[in-house]
Nanobody, 123 residues
Framework: QVQLVESGGGLVQAGGSLRLSCAASGRTSSMYTMGWFRQAPGKEREFLAGINWNGGSTYYADSLKGRFTISRDNAKNTVYLQMNSLEPEDTAVYYC????????????????WGQGTQVTVSS
C-alpha cells in the first residue's frame, strides 16, 4: 500500500508560479513511478507529468508547453510539481498518483491516488 498526500495548492495570479508537493508513505513507495494529474470542473482528469522511481526519467503531456517540471526527492519521500507561467485555464484540483510501471499516462493505469489539492489561477 502507498499513501499519498498533496499540498501546496492555493490562489495565484496569472503568470505566477506554484510548487506542489506529494508526500508518499508505504514500505516501497520510493520504488514507484509517480505522476501528476489535474481535473478541472466539468472535465475529465488529465495526465500532466510522470517520473520514474529514481528521478532519472520524466515524461510530460505535450499540452504543458514546458511550463511544468516534475521532480522527486526519495530521501524525503516527496514528489514535486513546479508550475510556472500559470494561466486561468490551469485552475483545477491537482492529484498525484503512483504506479509500478513507467510511462503510464492513463487514469486507470495508476494504482494509488492522493486526495488532491486545489489550484486557482486568477486573471
Amino acid at each position: 500500500q502507498v499513501q499519498l498526500v498533496e499540498s501546496g495548492g492555493g490562489l495565484v495570479q496569472a503568470g505566477g508560479s506554484l510548487r506542489l508537493s506529494c508526500a508518499a508513505s508505504g514500505r516501497t513507495s520510493s520504488m514507484y513511478t509517480m505522476g501528476w494529474f489535474r481535473q478541472a470542473p466539468g472535465k475529465e482528469r488529465e495526465f500532466l507529468a510522470g517520473i520514474n522511481w529514481n528521478g532519472g526519467s520524466t515524461y510530460y503531456a505535450d499540452s504543458l508547453k514546458g511550463r511544468f517540471t516534475i521532480s522527486r526527492d526519495n530521501a524525503k519521500n516527496t514528489v514535486y510539481l513546479q508550475m510556472n507561467s500559470l494561466e486561468p485555464e490551469d485552475t483545477a484540483v491537482y492529484y498525484c498518483a503512483a504506479v509500478r510501471a513507467f510511462g503510464v499516462v492513463t487514469v486507470t493505469g495508476y494504482d494509488y491516488w492522493g486526495q488532491g489539492t486545489q489550484v486557482t489561477v486568477s486573471s
